[in-house]
């Protein structure tokens, strides 16, 4: 869905919640052939029993993938991304476990580029336990109705 949403119509604290997301073996066969991550964590079911999980993990970078995604359900035609914050893995995802994001517009400033302002969204990313499993900032670069 495409949308046009400025500066000034970001509200501080307004959230959007997304659908579940269940994270499956081939998720993770396929993310360690992509990135070339074949940690024993990830692809080792019987070391991983030696472990302190027991069992294996999603790579970090998965669940962030992942919970990203589920965010991407606008293109904001006057939005885009600036980066990423204080990325946390608080807990690990397992195989068949399902996330779910959710987001807060957490700060708003202006920006040193004419016309723009920063949007920071916090993101929080949760089991199907609503245990907290990650969290990062979202910065946005947005467009200015009236620069």
Same mark, same amino acid.
């Given at each position: 869905?495409?949308?046009?949403?400025?500066?000034?119509?970001?509200t501080l604290d307004d959230i959007r919640r997304t659908t579940g997301r269940t994270i499956t073996e081939t998720d993770i066969v396929l993310h360690a052939g992509q990135t070339g991550d074949f940690f024993p964590h990830h692809m080792?079911?019987?070391?991983c029993k030696t472990q302190p999980?027991?069992? %294996?993990?999603a790579h970090g970078t =998965?669940?962030?993938s992942v919970a990203i995604g589920q965010t991407a359900s606008e293109i904001n035609e006057v939005s885009m991304t600036y980066g990423y914050e204080r990325l946390r893995f608080i807990r690990p995802v397992f195989i068949g476990d399902t996330i779910r994001t959710?987001? %807060?517009?957490?700060n708003k400033t202006?920006? *040193? *580029?004419?016309?723009?302002g =920063?949007?920071?969204?916090?993101?929080?990313?949760?089991?199907?336990?609503q245990e907290l499993v990650m969290v990062c900032e979202h910065l946005l670069l947005v467009q200015k109705r009236n620069p």
């Open positions: 869905m495409w949308v046009k949403k400025y500066f000034e119509e970001f080792d079911e019987e070391w999980f027991g069992r %294996r993990i =998965l669940t962030f959710e987001v %807060r517009i957490k202006e920006h *040193k *580029k004419p016309g723009f =920063l949007v920071v969204e916090g993101v929080e990313v949760y089991n199907q336990h």
